[in-house]
């Protein structure tokens, strides 16, 4: 009976050895077609979301270049092109002039099968049309009212969430993990790469084993590995993985080797073991019993559970509801560290918490924290773990639950929004109250300064045209004169009034344009002092540097000018006095002076305000809208230009305007 007992010891390891064997090759393919799943979902995923990007954003007959760039830019390409029903480029990002209207059909396979068969289609390692570098490009057709269009954008796979991947797909020490295309060309890997790499180059040995046959063995540099491969469905790429022996069967390298010492032992304990196997088959019996027990509960869950080493963070177990939970399949996350799965921005604080636990301060404890989903993805969850000791009170392992709790994370985030949704609508629903209060005291304002300021040109003009109707015959050719120059002065301080006015109507509405080129500076001068009466021009000393120009609207120029002119003549005393003359290279200072009082220092920081009058000086004894400083400073600003005011030396104003310099003007002057 012994010797039958030892006899099937013996098969038994070299069962257990053969199996283990078997058996990781078997996890290590599945890993594998779990990667080429991921894979090809993702692709899938991807195409379904350009499909739906462009027929919202792409589909209308003209597509703005700033939309196209913003549907590229929702992905991250590096590149992207549209293209017509004749294959021919409409937008590309980055731009090139070179390829727009180019039929890129009949370069790229994969462009020609999307537009020709009207379904999404990957590319094989490619050249980008835009800039030339090595990428693959997924095209997606759609249909719109002008005709079938595809969308197609490129990436560098490596520098992709897709290599991000690659990088932990194969979870082994030293594995390689490769996407390439049918051509042999590498599309990403777990490893760094530059350029276009095809696989016999880069690995050769493991390009020549994948020639062979889908999974193997082969040798490189003395080193037996194994290798599997996926083709990725929807693409013309495949997944090949390989990993040395020596890694894949580690688990079970010392197997074969302690079961025959075990056997060994068995041989020197002899009938001692028979006699204990009765009490132990009774006891396996209950033990057996007991473990059916806590696997159907623990298996049965729909709570996600698992237990985890108390000492390394190892994953000792994990129900199916964590596994679904997490996104992984199977019992893939067996094995597998606790540190592999909380987000690394709150493992301090559960290390925190299971060092506590096993120091004794606690029996164990509840947070809510992140798990990272086979996605990649943070997941909020509600952490309950216990503490489990043996009887000598050394910490075994903890017993944790864990519930997903991200539908009360979204609920109070929806919450968030709809606060923040409000107190945004009630902040412009505030600012549209008060532009409509200033909107509307500027109506009164302006109402006010016309009831006032049109009223006595026009009461001027009415008054003196009866005058002379009815005393024209009585009436010398003097006085006749003289009263149809008062008209004459009424009509143009009415003239004056409407453009003030118009030109306030432009800055209110925001449609003060500035047309801007190239003006003589002495041409403007000459054109404002022409505007002047000739007893003002008299009193005017312009000096202008010769050949100076500047770049500003012509009409915006004179009005400037016209209204310091007047206001010096109206406001100053004695000599006005204009300078023109370069800043620097880049900018021409015009000097209105006079010779008056001045602005009054109160007054001073108003002088730039609309409706805004000095009430102290000369300005109470002239007439005015307080418009004029308000239009030149709109009018400088649209051009580019700034204006400020100083006391002149001794007595009076001083209005400096800088303005842009025109260098091509000034030496069209220069040549003349």
Known sequence: MWALVLSAVATGVFWVDNNGHVELEHRFRLRVAIASDFVSTYVEDLLERERTQAMQFLSDPTVEPRAFAQSVASFGYTAAVLLDGNGQVLHAVPSNPTIMGVDLTTRYEHLRAALRDNRPAVSRVVSSAAEGLPVVSFATPFETAGGRRVFAGAVDIRSSSLGDYLTHAIALAGSHTYLVDTAGNVVGANQTLTGINPLAVRDPSLARAVADGDAGRYDDRGEAWHFDSSPVVGTPWKLVAAVRNAVLYQPVAGTATGGWVTLGGLAVLGLFGVRLWARSARNRAELRESEERFRGLFDGSLVGMMLVGASNGRLIRVNPALGDLLGYRGNTLAGQTIDDIVHPEDLPSYDLMRADAVAGTRRGFTAELRFVDAMSRALPVALTATLIRDGDGRPLYFAAQAVDVSEKHRWAAEQRRIQVELTSRAGALERANDALKAAQQRTADLVAML??????????????????????????????????????????????????????????????????????????????????????????????????????????????????????????????????????????????????????????????????????????????????????????????????????????????????????????????
């Open 451 to 672: 009831s006032h300021d049109v009223r006595q040109p026009l009461g001027v003009i009415t008054g003196y045209c009866e005058v002379l109707l009815e005393s024209w015959q009585a009436m010398s050719d003097e006085m006749k004169l003289r009263e149809v120059g008062r008209i004459s002065r009424a009509g143009t301080r009415m003239m004056e009034l409407v453009e003030e006015v118009l030109t306030l109507t432009e800055v209110d509405h925001g449609g003060l344009r500035a047309r801007r080129s190239g003006i003589a500076m002495e041409d403007a001068l000459d054109e404002a002092l022409g505007a002047l009466s000739v007893e003002l021009r008299t009193r005017t000393r312009v000096d202008v540097e010769p050949g100076l120009a500047v770049l500003a609207d012509a009409r915006h120029l004179q009005q400037i000018l016209v209204n310091l002119l007047s206001n010096a003549h109206k406001y100053g005393g004695g000599q006005v006095r204009v300078q023109a003359g370069r800043l620097d290279n880049a900018l021409v200072e015009v000097c209105v002076s006079d010779e008056g009082e001045g602005v009054p220092p109160e007054f001073v920081p108003h002088l730039f305000e609309r409706f805004s009058r000095a009430g102290s000086g000369v300005a109470p004894t002239r007439t005015g809208t307080g418009l004029g400083l308000y239009i030149v400073g709109e009018l400088v600003e649209a051009n580019g230009g700034s204006i400020r005011y100083e006391p002149n030396r001794p007595t009076g104003s001083r209005f400096v305007v800088e303005l842009p310099a025109d260098p091509a003007r000034v030496r069209e002057l220069t040549s003349r």
